[in-house]
C-alpha cells in the first residue's frame, strides 16, 4: 500500500516509536567505541521509567477516588480503586523479575563503559522518587538526606520538596480509615453484650474494650507488653508518636483485618492489603537491587557519589511506606475469639 493511501492509525506513529526507539545514544559511542552491553544498561533503564509513568498515572488515580470526601465502600470508585492497586502490584512484579536481565550484565562489561556516566545514577530517577513521595514516604525518613539533596539538580530537588508538602497516598488512606462508619451511631451497639467486667483502658467503646481484653488474655508470658504496643497505636494520639496513622485510621484498620469476611469490609479489606503488597514489592525490587549492586560493583561507591550497596540496605530497612498497617497483624487475635457483633452491626455490613 502507498503511504498515502494509507487511512487511520498506524502502529508506529500510535506509539510514536520513531521516538522511542531512538532515544538511545550510548555514551561509550560518543567518546569512541561502543561498548556493547551499554545499549541493554540504557533499554532496561528506560523499560523501568516507562513502568514507572504507568504505575505513577495508577496510583494518581487511585489517589483521585480517596481524595472525595466520601467514597462508599459500595461504590465502583472501591471496586476500581482496588483494581488499580493490584495493576501497580503486578507491574513491581515484574519490575522485581526484570532485574534478571541486567543480571545478564557482568561487572567486567559494565567497567567498560562505567566511568562515563559519571555523576548520573538511578538514584536521580525523578519518577522513582515521585512514587515514594506520593506513597508517603517523607524527607526526614529518608536515609541518607545528603546524597539526596546533593545529587539532584535544584530543579527537581524543588519539585519532590514541593510534592512532600502535598497530602500523599497514606494521608489519605489515614483519612479515609478514619470516615469509616458504623461508629457515630449508636444504632450498631446499643444491643451490644459487654463479656469482660474490667476495662484495660478508660473511654474507650465497649466493643473495644473487649477487644483489649480478649487481646491481652491472649498475649504469652513474654509478650505481655503488646498490649501496652495496643493501647498506644490504636488508642492514643500522641504528637510524639511517629505514626503516620492516627488512633483511629489504626482501630478502623484492625476492625476491617478482624472482620473482614463481612461483604462490606471486602474491598477495604483489599486496599489495605495492595498497600501492603506494593511495599513488599518494592522492597523486594529493592533488595534484588543492592544483590545486583553488590555482584556489580563490589564495595565501590555508586555513580551517584552515595555509599553504594551500603546506603541501598539502609534505603530498604528504612523506606516502607505502610508499615503501620503491617504492624497492626501484631494485634490480632483468632476468628473464634473476637467479640460478637450485634445483629445489625453484621445486617449493615452484609449485602441484601
Ligand atoms: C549495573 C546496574 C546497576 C548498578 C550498578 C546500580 C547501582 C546503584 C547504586 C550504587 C545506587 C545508589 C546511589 C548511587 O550512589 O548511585 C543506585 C540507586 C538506584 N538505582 Fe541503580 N544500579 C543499576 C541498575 C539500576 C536499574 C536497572 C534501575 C532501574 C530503574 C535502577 C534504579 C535505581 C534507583 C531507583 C535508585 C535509587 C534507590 C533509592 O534511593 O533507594 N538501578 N543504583
Not at 134 to 152: I, W
Not at 202 to 229: A, M, P, R
Request: aromatic share 12%; hydrophobic share 40%.
Amino acid at each position: 500500500m502507498k503511504d498515502e493511501d494509507y487511512k487511520g492509525v498506524y502502529y508506529s506513529e500510535y506509539l510514536q516509536l520513531d521516538k522511542i526507539l531512538d532515544a538511545q545514544a550510548p555514551e561509550s559511542a560518543k567518546k569512541g567505541e561502543e561498548a556493547h552491553d551499554e545499549m541493554l544498561f540504557i533499554i532496561i533503564h528506560q523499560s523501568y521509567e516507562l513502568w514507572f509513568k504507568q504505575i505513577l498515572h495508577e496510583v494518581g488515580s487511585v489517589m483521585t477516588f480517596f481524595e472525595k470526601t466520601k467514597i462508599d465502600d459500595s461504590s465502583p470508585d472501591l471496586a476500581q480503586a482496588v483494581h488499580r492497586l493490584e495493576r501497580v502490584v503486578t507491574i513491581l512484579t515484574a519490575l522485581v523479575k526484570q532485574i534478571d536481565i541486567i543480571e545478564t550484565l557482568t561487572p567486567l562489561d559494565f567497567l567498560d563503559y562505567r566511568d562515563n556516566l559519571r555523576p548520573a545514577s538511578g538514584f536521580q530517577s525523578m519518577q522513582f522518587k515521585i512514587l515514594e513521595a506520593s506513597l508517603g514516604l517523607r524527607m526526614p525518613e529518608r536515609y541518607g538526606k545528603k546524597y539526596y539533596t546533593s545529587a539532584l539538580k535544584d530543579s527537581d530537588r524543588i519539585i519532590i520538596e514541593e510534592l512532600e508538602k502535598k497530602p500523599k497516598f497514606i494521608d489519605l488512606i489515614n483519612d479515609w480509615l478514619e470516615r469509616m462508619p458504623f461508629w457515630e451511631d449508636n444504632k450498631y451497639w446499643q444491643d451490644y453484650q459487654r463479656k469482660f467486667d474490667y476495662n484495660v483502658e478508660e473511654g474507650v467503646h465497649d466493643f473495644w474494650q473487649d477487644y483489649l481484653c480478649t487481646y491481652k488474655e491472649s498475649l504469652g508470658e513474654n509478650e505481655k507488653d503488646n498490649i501496652k504496643g495496643l493501647v498506644s497505636v490504636c488508642f492514643k494520639d500522641d504528637a510524639e508518636k511517629e505514626n503516620r496513622l492516627s488512633a483511629k485510621a489504626s482501630r478502623n484498620a484492625l476492625f476491617i483485618l478482624l472482620y473482614r469476611d463481612y461483604p462490606l469490609l471486602q474491598a477495604p479489606y483489599q486496599v489495605l492489603q495492595n498497600l501492603l503488597d506494593i511495599d513488599e514489592q518494592m522492597s523486594l525490587w529493592r533488595f534484588r537491587h543492592i544483590n545486583m549492586v553488590r555482584r556489580m560493583i563490589g564495595g565501590r561507591v555508586g555513580t551517584g557519589g552515595s555509599t553504594g550497596k551500603d546506603y541501598l540496605m539502609e534505603a530498604l530497612n528504612k523506606h516502607y511506606i505502610f508499615k503501620e498497617i503491617a504492624n497492626l497483624t501484631s494485634f490480632l487475635i483468632e476468628r473464634r475469639r473476637l467479640p460478637e457483633l450485634c445483629p445489625k452491626l453484621i445486617k449493615a455490613m452484609s449485602f441484601g
